[in-house]
């Protein structure tokens, strides 16, 4: 069966602090990846999406960037951490099928002080 | 730009007062819609799709239905374990990619 990861679980940080938060998949190939924030009372913004390695879509322009090393990896990452950028940040997976389900890992709970 | 919005924002329920929420969406062309539950400090999780005017999903005490305009999720007999926030997503069309989500409503079902 397939499984998410995401870590760490709950992050502080300063601001202009730099940021990588991690997502690995198993069991299934050539997963479509997406990170999702989400804000209290907010529904989830979509920031990344990647239908494979190396291609990245950006949804909201920011001081944000996603890679994809490999299949199964996507990295979230900040140079400078901006107050704004505190919330649940979370790493979600769906297979290549355009109508299929997305599945969403645990969530890092991010604050930046 | 697709636009999900979930009512009630929170719902207080007694155990076994039935109720519904709703999650109405302007899509241009809907592919799927999707309803997710949250349980607090965890991810969503994926209840049910659904693809045309008309169809309905269960699962144990939920029920999902759509129209051309919303979808509704009945909670039959709540326990106070069907606790949570619940949320919808849609997916157009024109774009295979990405799911648009609602705000959420948050259930809680008191003993």
């Known amino acids: 069966s397939q499984t998410i990861h995401q870590w760490p679980a709950t992050l502080v940080q300063p601001v202009g602090s730099p940021l990588s938060l991690e997502c690995t998949v198993e069991g299934t190939s050539n997963p479509n990846l997406y990170w999702y924030r989400q804000a209290a009372g907010r529904g989830l913004q979509l920031l990344f999406y990647?239908?494979?390695?190396?291609?990245i879509s950006s949804e909201v322009p920011q001081n944000l960037s996603a890679s994809r090393p490999q299949d199964r990896q996507f990295i979230l990452s900040s140079k400078k951490l901006l107050l704004s950028d505190s919330g649940f940040y979370l790493c979600?997976?769906?297979?290549?099928?355009?109508?299929?389900?997305?599945?969403f890992g645990n969530g890092t709970r991010l604050t930046v002080t | 730009e697709d636009q999900v919005t979930q009512s009630p924002e929170a719902l207080r329920l007694q155990e076994g007062e039935s109720s519904s929420l709703n999650c109405s969406y302007t899509v241009s062309g809907l592919r799927g819609l999707f309803w997710y539950r949250q349980d607090p400090g965890k991810g969503p999780e994926f209840l049910f799709t659904?693809?045309?005017a008309g169809e309905e999903k269960e699962k144990e005490r939920l029920k999902a239905t759509l129209t051309k305009k919303e979808s509704f999720l009945h909670i039959t007999a709540p326990k106070p374990e069907d606790s949570a926030t619940y949320l919808c997503?849609?997916?157009?069309?024109?774009?295979?990619?990405?799911?648009?989500f609602g705000a959420g409503t948050t259930v809680t079902v008191r003993a």
């Open positions: 659904l693809y045309s």
């Open positions: 997503a849609v997916q157009a069309r024109r774009n295979d990619y990405k799911l648009s």
């Open positions: 990647s239908v494979g390695i190396g291609q």
């Open positions: 979600a997976w769906r297979t290549d099928s355009y109508n299929s389900p997305l599945h």
